[in-house]
Protein backbone atom coordinates (compact mmCIF):
# COMPACT_ATOMS: atom_id res chain seq x y z
CA UNK A 1 0.00 0.00 0.00
CA UNK A 2 1.12 3.50 -1.11
CA UNK A 3 2.65 5.45 1.73
CA UNK A 4 0.25 8.23 1.07
CA UNK A 5 -2.96 6.26 0.75
CA UNK A 6 -6.08 7.94 0.55
CA UNK A 7 -9.39 6.03 2.42
CA UNK A 8 -12.49 7.97 0.99
CA UNK A 9 -14.86 4.82 1.02
CA UNK A 10 -18.18 5.73 3.36
CA UNK A 11 -16.65 3.19 5.80
CA UNK A 12 -14.24 1.69 7.21
CA UNK A 13 -12.68 5.01 7.81
CA UNK A 14 -9.18 6.08 8.14
CA UNK A 15 -8.45 6.28 12.23
CA UNK A 16 -6.20 8.55 14.42
CA UNK A 17 -2.78 6.70 15.41
CA UNK A 18 -4.16 6.87 19.10
CA UNK A 19 -6.83 4.29 17.66
CA UNK A 20 -4.65 2.11 15.85
CA UNK A 21 -2.31 2.14 19.21
CA UNK A 22 -4.86 1.11 21.26
CA UNK A 23 -5.98 -1.76 19.39
CA UNK A 24 -2.23 -2.88 19.80
CA UNK A 25 -1.65 -2.78 23.14
CA UNK A 26 -1.37 -6.37 25.44
CA UNK A 27 -4.39 -8.61 25.13
CA UNK A 28 -6.22 -8.84 28.33
CA UNK A 29 -8.94 -11.30 29.64
CA UNK A 30 -13.10 -9.59 28.48
CA UNK A 31 -13.85 -10.67 31.63
CA UNK A 32 -11.06 -8.86 33.92
CA UNK A 33 -11.19 -5.38 35.58
CA UNK A 34 -9.23 -3.94 32.88
CA UNK A 35 -11.71 -4.66 30.24
CA UNK A 36 -14.76 -3.40 32.38
CA UNK A 37 -12.90 0.13 32.28
CA UNK A 38 -12.67 0.13 28.84
CA UNK A 39 -16.38 -0.79 28.15
CA UNK A 40 -17.00 2.23 30.59
CA UNK A 41 -15.22 5.03 28.86
CA UNK A 42 -16.48 3.45 25.36
CA UNK A 43 -20.06 3.92 27.19
CA UNK A 44 -19.64 7.43 28.82
CA UNK A 45 -18.53 8.26 25.28
CA UNK A 46 -20.85 6.92 23.35
CA UNK A 47 -24.02 8.36 26.19
CA UNK A 48 -22.49 11.90 24.78
CA UNK A 49 -22.86 11.34 20.66
CA UNK A 50 -26.35 9.74 21.32
CA UNK A 51 -27.80 12.43 23.90
CA UNK A 52 -26.12 15.78 22.98
CA UNK A 53 -25.62 14.43 18.91
CA UNK A 54 -27.26 18.16 18.13
CA UNK A 55 -25.83 21.74 17.81
CA UNK A 56 -26.70 22.40 20.97
CA UNK A 57 -24.08 20.72 23.52
CA UNK A 58 -25.86 21.32 26.51
CA UNK A 59 -29.00 19.10 25.01
CA UNK A 60 -29.68 15.88 27.09
CA UNK A 61 -31.91 12.99 26.34
CA UNK A 62 -34.58 12.24 29.04
CA UNK A 63 -32.78 8.72 29.56
CA UNK A 64 -31.52 5.30 28.03
CA UNK A 65 -28.83 2.99 28.05
CA UNK A 66 -25.67 2.85 25.25
CA UNK A 67 -24.98 -0.79 24.40
CA UNK A 68 -21.62 -1.64 22.61
CA UNK A 69 -22.46 -5.07 20.17
CA UNK A 70 -19.85 -7.46 19.11
CA UNK A 71 -20.42 -6.70 15.61
CA UNK A 72 -21.39 -4.31 12.64
CA UNK A 73 -24.54 -2.03 12.74
CA UNK A 74 -26.79 -5.09 10.74
CA UNK A 75 -26.15 -6.68 13.95
CA UNK A 76 -27.90 -3.76 15.96
CA UNK A 77 -31.21 -3.60 12.80
CA UNK A 78 -32.03 -7.08 13.42
CA UNK A 79 -31.22 -7.22 17.13
CA UNK A 80 -33.32 -3.77 17.67
CA UNK A 81 -35.82 -5.18 15.30
CA UNK A 82 -36.44 -9.08 16.75
CA UNK A 83 -36.59 -7.87 20.62
CA UNK A 84 -39.57 -5.53 19.62
CA UNK A 85 -41.37 -7.45 17.23
CA UNK A 86 -43.19 -10.88 17.16
CA UNK A 87 -44.72 -12.91 14.30
CA UNK A 88 -47.95 -10.88 15.08
CA UNK A 89 -46.01 -7.06 14.93
CA UNK A 90 -47.04 -5.19 11.76
CA UNK A 91 -43.95 -3.53 10.77
CA UNK A 92 -43.98 -0.27 8.30
CA UNK A 93 -40.51 0.04 6.71
CA UNK A 94 -39.41 3.16 4.76
CA UNK A 95 -37.04 2.55 2.12
CA UNK A 96 -35.36 5.02 -0.82
CA UNK A 97 -31.78 3.04 -0.75
CA UNK A 98 -29.98 0.02 -0.30
CA UNK A 99 -29.86 0.10 4.08
CA UNK A 100 -33.60 0.89 3.86
CA UNK A 101 -33.82 -2.42 2.08
CA UNK A 102 -31.91 -3.79 4.41
CA UNK A 103 -34.04 -3.15 6.86
CA UNK A 104 -37.19 -4.20 5.50
CA UNK A 105 -35.08 -7.49 4.29
CA UNK A 106 -34.65 -8.30 7.95
CA UNK A 107 -38.25 -7.25 9.74
CA UNK A 108 -40.09 -9.58 6.90
CA UNK A 109 -38.14 -12.62 8.84
CA UNK A 110 -39.93 -11.79 11.91
CA UNK A 111 -43.15 -10.28 10.86
CA UNK A 112 -45.46 -8.64 8.22
CA UNK A 113 -43.81 -5.78 6.55
CA UNK A 114 -44.79 -3.06 4.67
CA UNK A 115 -42.49 -1.27 2.84
CA UNK A 116 -42.82 2.35 1.86
CA UNK A 117 -40.74 2.60 -1.06
CA UNK A 118 -39.64 5.21 -3.05
CA UNK A 119 -36.48 5.57 -5.96
CA UNK A 120 -33.56 5.07 -4.83
CA UNK A 121 -31.74 8.79 -4.65
CA UNK A 122 -35.35 10.19 -4.35
CA UNK A 123 -36.64 11.72 -1.03
CA UNK A 124 -39.11 10.22 1.35
CA UNK A 125 -42.54 11.41 0.82
CA UNK A 126 -44.15 12.14 4.59
CA UNK A 127 -47.70 11.93 3.70
CA UNK A 128 -47.23 8.15 1.80
CA UNK A 129 -45.30 7.35 4.98
CA UNK A 130 -48.46 8.82 6.80
CA UNK A 131 -50.63 6.78 4.95
CA UNK A 132 -49.20 3.51 5.40
CA UNK A 133 -48.67 3.92 9.69
CA UNK A 134 -51.68 2.94 11.02
CA UNK A 135 -52.52 2.30 15.47
CA UNK A 136 -51.81 -1.59 14.03
CA UNK A 137 -48.15 -0.68 13.40
CA UNK A 138 -45.66 -1.72 16.05
CA UNK A 139 -42.37 -0.47 14.41
CA UNK A 140 -41.42 1.70 12.01
CA UNK A 141 -37.37 1.25 10.63
CA UNK A 142 -36.08 4.28 8.81
CA UNK A 143 -32.35 5.04 7.36
CA UNK A 144 -32.01 8.43 9.04
CA UNK A 145 -28.43 9.08 6.67
CA UNK A 146 -28.85 6.49 3.38
CA UNK A 147 -25.39 5.41 3.00
CA UNK A 148 -26.04 4.65 -0.44
CA UNK A 149 -27.41 7.08 -2.35
CA UNK A 150 -25.96 10.43 -0.19
CA UNK A 151 -29.64 11.52 0.70
CA UNK A 152 -30.31 12.81 4.18
CA UNK A 153 -34.15 11.54 5.29
CA UNK A 154 -36.87 13.46 7.34
CA UNK A 155 -36.30 11.44 10.39
CA UNK A 156 -38.14 14.25 12.57
CA UNK A 157 -41.20 14.16 10.29
CA UNK A 158 -41.56 10.23 10.49
CA UNK A 159 -40.65 10.00 13.93
CA UNK A 160 -43.49 12.50 14.79
CA UNK A 161 -46.03 10.16 12.74
CA UNK A 162 -45.10 7.14 14.96
CA UNK A 163 -45.48 8.79 17.97
CA UNK A 164 -49.12 9.72 16.87
CA UNK A 165 -49.93 6.15 16.51
CA UNK A 166 -47.81 4.80 19.41
CA UNK A 167 -45.52 3.03 17.33
CA UNK A 168 -41.86 2.19 18.12
CA UNK A 169 -39.38 4.58 15.63
CA UNK A 170 -35.96 2.36 15.46
CA UNK A 171 -33.33 4.26 12.95
CA UNK A 172 -30.29 3.64 11.33
CA UNK A 173 -27.79 6.40 12.55
CA UNK A 174 -25.31 4.58 11.21
CA UNK A 175 -23.63 7.37 9.16
CA UNK A 176 -25.14 10.27 10.75
CA UNK A 177 -24.27 9.55 14.51
CA UNK A 178 -21.01 11.07 15.53
CA UNK A 179 -21.26 13.19 11.90
CA UNK A 180 -24.46 15.35 11.77
CA UNK A 181 -27.36 16.70 13.75
CA UNK A 182 -29.41 13.46 15.84
CA UNK A 183 -32.25 14.17 17.91
CA UNK A 184 -32.93 10.93 20.16
CA UNK A 185 -35.68 13.04 22.19
CA UNK A 186 -37.22 15.77 19.39
CA UNK A 187 -37.83 13.05 16.70
CA UNK A 188 -39.50 10.33 18.78
CA UNK A 189 -36.63 7.86 18.22
CA UNK A 190 -37.11 4.67 20.64
CA UNK A 191 -34.06 3.06 19.12
CA UNK A 192 -31.18 4.69 17.64
CA UNK A 193 -27.88 2.57 15.89
CA UNK A 194 -24.51 3.40 14.62
CA UNK A 195 -21.40 1.22 13.48
CA UNK A 196 -17.87 1.63 14.92
CA UNK A 197 -16.09 2.20 11.21
CA UNK A 198 -18.41 4.99 10.12
CA UNK A 199 -18.38 8.52 12.01
CA UNK A 200 -17.47 7.49 15.80
CA UNK A 201 -14.09 6.77 13.38
CA UNK A 202 -13.64 3.40 14.74
CA UNK A 203 -12.28 0.48 13.44
CA UNK A 204 -14.74 -1.95 12.03
CA UNK A 205 -16.61 -4.93 13.85
CA UNK A 206 -17.77 -3.43 16.64
CA UNK A 207 -21.28 -0.97 16.72
CA UNK A 208 -23.57 0.80 19.44
CA UNK A 209 -27.21 0.94 20.09
CA UNK A 210 -29.30 3.29 22.41
CA UNK A 211 -31.84 1.72 23.79
CA UNK A 212 -34.80 4.22 25.47
CA UNK A 213 -36.43 3.62 28.40
CA UNK A 214 -39.42 3.63 26.56
CA UNK A 215 -38.26 0.96 23.89
CA UNK A 216 -36.65 -1.01 27.03
CA UNK A 217 -40.07 -1.85 27.94
CA UNK A 218 -41.23 -3.22 25.12
CA UNK A 219 -38.16 -5.37 24.24
CA UNK A 220 -38.53 -8.88 24.41
CA UNK A 221 -35.47 -11.22 24.70
CA UNK A 222 -36.95 -14.72 24.00
CA UNK A 223 -37.86 -13.16 20.70
CA UNK A 224 -34.77 -12.78 19.32
CA UNK A 225 -31.95 -14.91 18.45
CA UNK A 226 -29.63 -16.25 21.07
CA UNK A 227 -26.97 -13.91 20.26
CA UNK A 228 -29.02 -10.82 19.98
CA UNK A 229 -31.13 -11.05 23.37
CA UNK A 230 -30.91 -7.49 24.28
CA UNK A 231 -32.42 -8.08 27.55
CA UNK A 232 -29.24 -10.03 28.52
CA UNK A 233 -27.05 -7.21 26.83
CA UNK A 234 -28.71 -4.51 29.31
CA UNK A 235 -28.23 -6.47 32.03
CA UNK A 236 -24.06 -7.37 31.05
CA UNK A 237 -24.14 -3.66 30.16
CA UNK A 238 -24.67 -2.79 34.20
CA UNK A 239 -21.50 -4.71 34.85
CA UNK A 240 -19.13 -3.15 31.70
CA UNK A 241 -19.49 -6.70 30.35
CA UNK A 242 -21.06 -8.16 26.80
CA UNK A 243 -22.80 -11.13 27.28
CA UNK A 244 -20.15 -13.17 25.07
CA UNK A 245 -16.80 -13.08 24.30
CA UNK A 246 -15.61 -9.06 23.33
CA UNK A 247 -13.51 -8.05 20.92
CA UNK A 248 -11.53 -6.73 22.73
CA UNK A 249 -9.15 -4.73 20.71
CA UNK A 250 -12.10 -3.00 19.15
CA UNK A 251 -13.58 -1.71 22.04
CA UNK A 252 -10.11 -0.15 23.15
CA UNK A 253 -10.34 1.49 19.51
CA UNK A 254 -14.01 2.34 20.32
CA UNK A 255 -13.19 3.77 23.16
CA UNK A 256 -10.55 6.30 22.03
CA UNK A 257 -12.59 7.05 19.65
CA UNK A 258 -15.38 8.67 20.87
CA UNK A 259 -12.97 9.93 23.71
CA UNK A 260 -11.70 12.09 20.87
CA UNK A 261 -15.07 12.90 20.09
CA UNK A 262 -16.05 14.21 23.75
CA UNK A 263 -12.82 16.24 23.92
CA UNK A 264 -13.45 17.90 19.77
CA UNK A 265 -17.36 18.50 21.12
CA UNK A 266 -20.41 17.73 19.61
CA UNK A 267 -21.19 21.46 17.85
CA UNK A 268 -17.69 21.39 16.63
CA UNK A 269 -17.65 17.82 14.91
CA UNK A 270 -21.37 18.58 13.30
CA UNK A 271 -20.03 21.85 12.02
CA UNK A 272 -16.74 20.20 10.86
CA UNK A 273 -18.66 17.24 8.85
CA UNK A 274 -20.57 19.79 7.04
CA UNK A 275 -17.88 22.01 6.12
CA UNK A 276 -16.24 19.42 4.65
CA UNK A 277 -19.38 17.51 2.22
CA UNK A 278 -20.14 21.28 1.36
CA UNK A 279 -16.58 21.08 0.02
CA UNK A 280 -16.46 18.03 -1.69
CA UNK A 281 -20.33 19.05 -3.54
CA UNK A 282 -18.88 22.64 -4.02
CA UNK A 283 -15.83 21.30 -6.00
CA UNK A 284 -17.49 18.49 -7.54
CA UNK A 285 -20.37 20.88 -8.60
CA UNK A 286 -17.70 23.50 -9.60
CA UNK A 287 -15.55 21.36 -12.15
CA UNK A 288 -18.97 20.26 -14.21
CA UNK A 289 -20.30 17.15 -12.23
CA UNK A 290 -24.14 16.47 -10.98
CA UNK A 291 -25.24 15.36 -7.04
CA UNK A 292 -26.95 12.39 -7.50
CA UNK A 293 -30.38 12.75 -4.80
CA UNK A 294 -33.18 14.34 -6.20
CA UNK A 295 -34.62 16.77 -3.44
CA UNK A 296 -37.57 18.38 -1.67
CA UNK A 297 -38.44 20.07 1.33
CA UNK A 298 -38.58 17.32 3.31
CA UNK A 299 -35.03 15.89 2.50
CA UNK A 300 -31.20 17.31 2.29
CA UNK A 301 -27.96 15.91 1.05
CA UNK A 302 -25.55 14.05 3.74
CA UNK A 303 -23.01 15.90 5.27
CA UNK A 304 -20.56 12.79 5.47
CA UNK A 305 -21.21 10.95 1.99
CA UNK A 306 -21.51 12.48 -1.10
CA UNK A 307 -23.49 11.42 -3.97
CA UNK A 308 -22.08 12.01 -7.55
CA UNK A 309 -23.74 10.44 -10.69
CA UNK A 310 -21.09 9.52 -13.48
CA UNK A 311 -21.21 11.61 -16.63
CA UNK A 312 -21.11 10.57 -20.03
CA UNK A 313 -17.61 8.70 -20.49
CA UNK A 314 -17.41 7.34 -17.01
CA UNK A 315 -21.19 5.87 -16.64
CA UNK A 316 -21.78 2.14 -17.33
CA UNK A 317 -19.37 0.04 -19.26
CA UNK A 318 -17.01 3.24 -19.22
CA UNK A 319 -16.79 3.51 -15.33
CA UNK A 320 -13.93 0.79 -14.52
CA UNK A 321 -11.72 3.47 -16.37
CA UNK A 322 -12.32 6.13 -13.85
CA UNK A 323 -12.25 4.32 -10.76
CA UNK A 324 -8.67 2.46 -12.25
CA UNK A 325 -7.42 6.04 -12.33
CA UNK A 326 -8.25 7.32 -8.87
CA UNK A 327 -6.73 4.11 -7.72
CA UNK A 328 -3.72 4.54 -9.62
CA UNK A 329 -3.43 7.68 -7.55
CA UNK A 330 -3.07 6.25 -4.17
CA UNK A 331 -7.12 6.91 -3.21
CA UNK A 332 -9.89 4.52 -2.70
CA UNK A 333 -13.78 5.70 -3.49
CA UNK A 334 -16.38 4.04 -3.62
CA UNK A 335 -19.16 2.95 -6.49
CA UNK A 336 -22.71 2.37 -7.03
CA UNK A 337 -24.30 -0.26 -4.91
CA UNK A 338 -27.04 -2.74 -6.80
CA UNK A 339 -28.59 -1.11 -9.80
CA UNK A 340 -26.20 1.94 -9.39
CA UNK A 341 -23.50 0.03 -10.28
CA UNK A 342 -21.49 2.04 -12.92
CA UNK A 343 -23.98 5.12 -12.43
CA UNK A 344 -22.41 7.29 -9.46
CA UNK A 345 -19.15 7.63 -7.19
CA UNK A 346 -19.52 7.68 -3.24
CA UNK A 347 -16.93 9.64 -1.28
CA UNK A 348 -16.83 10.10 2.39
CA UNK A 349 -16.28 12.95 5.00
CA UNK A 350 -16.13 10.59 7.75
CA UNK A 351 -13.16 9.28 9.65
CA UNK A 352 -9.95 11.02 10.44
CA UNK A 353 -9.53 13.46 7.42
CA UNK A 354 -8.30 16.93 7.33
CA UNK A 355 -8.79 19.67 4.96
CA UNK A 356 -5.86 18.67 2.73
CA UNK A 357 -7.36 15.20 2.40
CA UNK A 358 -10.45 16.63 1.27
CA UNK A 359 -8.84 18.98 -1.49
CA UNK A 360 -6.65 15.82 -2.55
CA UNK A 361 -10.14 14.14 -2.76
CA UNK A 362 -11.75 16.53 -5.03
CA UNK A 363 -8.24 17.12 -7.53
CA UNK A 364 -7.72 13.12 -7.55
CA UNK A 365 -12.08 12.51 -9.22
CA UNK A 366 -11.19 15.49 -11.76
CA UNK A 367 -7.81 14.34 -12.94
CA UNK A 368 -9.40 10.68 -12.88
CA UNK A 369 -12.21 12.41 -14.92
CA UNK A 370 -10.02 14.04 -17.20
CA UNK A 371 -7.71 10.59 -18.04
CA UNK A 372 -10.97 8.64 -18.89
CA UNK A 373 -11.79 11.41 -21.07
CA UNK A 374 -14.36 13.33 -19.61
CA UNK A 375 -14.21 17.32 -19.34
CA UNK A 376 -13.65 18.06 -16.20
CA UNK A 377 -12.00 21.45 -15.16
CA UNK A 378 -10.21 20.29 -11.87
CA UNK A 379 -8.65 23.69 -10.96
CA UNK A 380 -12.38 24.81 -10.69
CA UNK A 381 -13.07 22.17 -8.08
CA UNK A 382 -9.90 22.52 -6.28
CA UNK A 383 -10.89 26.59 -5.86
CA UNK A 384 -14.65 26.11 -4.87
CA UNK A 385 -13.52 23.83 -2.27
CA UNK A 386 -10.92 24.77 -0.73
CA UNK A 387 -13.00 28.31 -0.03
CA UNK A 388 -15.84 26.59 1.75
CA UNK A 389 -13.07 24.89 3.35
CA UNK A 390 -11.24 28.23 4.46
CA UNK A 391 -15.06 29.76 5.98
Given at each position: MRENFLLLN?????????????????????????????YERAAAGLDVVFERSTLDDASTSAGGTSLILNGTATMGMEAAVANLVDADSEV????????????????????????VEFDWGTSVDVAAVADAVSLDTDVVTMVHNETSTGILNPAAAVGAIAADNDARFVVDGVTSLGGD????DD???????????KCLAAPPGVSAMYV????????????????????????KA??????FT????????????????????????????????????EGFEAMGLSLFAELDDDADYSNTVTAVAL?????????????????????????????????????????????????????????????????????????????????
Open positions: PGPVPLSREVRAAMSEPMVSHRSAEFEATVAVVNGKFGRRFARIADRYCHVDEEFRVWYVDVAITDGQTERAEEAIDGERAPFYEDLDWHLRDANQTPSAVPLFRGLAVAVEDIVEEGMPARIARHRRQARAFRPAGARGDDAPAFFDAVADRGVSISGGQAHLGGQIFRVSNMGHLTSEQIVRGVRTVGEAMTEAGVDADTAAGVSAARAVLRD
